[in-house]
């Protein structure tokens, strides 16, 4: 999440009050984190301890901001994921129970299938509080934002095109999982108007349409990952553990997927060299993701080319994208679920201002989109 640091500060500077009273969620977040079952979580299901964790984060920054409608939706997310850790962790106490118990197998595995089935139940819940997280959203957004002073509206216009290249990504990968998703022609829709008022340039930063529109092509998504897997799709946590084990990527969960980031610094371990061409670094890499993405067929992939100064699909970057796309179909995966983007330096990591973090914005991220979050 470190990566999405600079648009939460934009934020924050966008809606920020002071004198709000302390929301209600954050007394139930405290019990909720509280509980036994949450805190063993901690260490038998650390990723999505850490997911709900970053939650909690996110629902404070939120509260600092003012934003009390946010900070409740987060909140309320980030219990949901801490009793989905609990109930992941619970799951894997009754597979190590069935491995060292065998002469109460039967019983082990009649618990085994009953946190399945809980399991079950608590991804479709997720994946129905982000859809509606979306939804509210879309319906609360706050009042239009009106003139403002020549630094701040410039910070709006870096957070336009930021919620625009995350929405084409979500609006993108739900296009990958069901092109009929509910809701995705519509929201596509929205984002081409929106795109073609901010590639203008002209007016005010179209702040509150760019979030509108972001939270249209989310929750297409959500519905699209319905869709492809009817609430019983692949493990995320076995993904990202299978991530996790090639070492040097630091995969993490955002709300477009699972992320596999290739930095082209150090040099060393870049994917590229100066111009499109992959290095060995590269191929090997992009080789181990794509064995990855055969592995689990039922994510799709989402390739995305970042650059650290420069408009959106040059010409370098677009060869750096179908690069990175032709070595992941070589390795194994399926060459009709990847889909492509270059947003040029409009969605950075690291302050651009800052010369010495402004060339770790040039990166290569691999994102599997899937039915289980």
């Not at 979580?41 to 404070?60: G, I, N, Y």
């Not at 009042?143 to 020549?150: E, H, I, K």
């Not at 040097?248 to 290739?262: K, N």
Request: net charge positive.
């Amino acid at each position: 999440m470190k990566r999405l640091a600079l648009v939460g500060s934009l934020a924050i500077a966008l809606f920020a009050c002071s004198g709000t009273p302390r929301p209600l969620i954050f007394g139930r977040l405290d019990e909720a984190r509280a509980e036994p079952a949450v805190a063993a979580a901690a260490k038998d299901s650390p990723a999505l301890f850490t997911k709900a964790e970053q939650l909690r984060k996110r629902a404070e920054e939120a509260y600092s901001a003012g934003d009390l409608v946010s900070a409740d939706l987060l909140g309320e997310h980030a219990i949901a994921t801490y009793h989905h850790a609990a109930a992941s962790a619970r799951l894997q106490a009754a597979k190590d129970r069935k491995t060292k118990e065998t002469d109460r197998v039967t019983r082990a595995v009649e618990r085994l299938e009953a946190d399945e089935k809980a399991r079950v139940v608590i991804d479709r819940e997720a994946d129905k509080i982000e859809g509606d997280i979306a939804v509210r959203r879309e319906a609360l957004a706050p009042a239009v934002s009106g003139p403002t002073d020549p630094a701040r509206e410039a910070a709006r216009w870096v957070a336009v095109r930021l919620n625009l290249v995350t929405a084409d990504a979500l609006c993108t990968g739900a296009e990958l999982l069901a092109a009929k998703a509910k809701g995705l022609a519509d929201a596509k829709k929205a984002l081409a108007e929106v795109q073609a008022k901010a590639d203008a340039g002209k007016g005010d930063a179209p702040i509150d349409a760019s979030t509108r529109v972001r939270a249209l092509c989310l929750h297409a998504l959500t519905s699209a990952r319905d869709v492809a897997v009817s609430g019983n799709g692949p493990s995320g946590d076995q993904l990202l553990a299978d991530l996790s084990a090639m070492g040097g990527l630091s995969p993490m969960r955002d709300e477009r997927g699972v992320v596999a980031t290739l930095s082209m610094i150090p040099a060393g371990d870049a994917p590229f060299d100066g111009g499109s061409k992959l290095t060995k670094a590269g191929k090997d890499r992009l080789g181990a993701l794509g064995q990855v993405a055969k592995t689990h067929p039922s994510f799709a992939l989402l390739v995305i080319v970042h650059s650290a100064s420069g408009a959106p699909n040059s010409a370098k970057d677009k060869e750096r994208a179908a690069a990175a796309k032709q070595a992941l179909i070589d390795a194994g995966a399926d060459a009709g679920k990847i889909g492509v983007q270059v947003p040029g330096a409009q969605a950075p990591a690291y302050d651009p201002s800052d010369a010495k973090l402004k060339a770790k914005n040039e990166r290569l991220e691999i994102i599997f989109v899937g039915g289980a979050k």
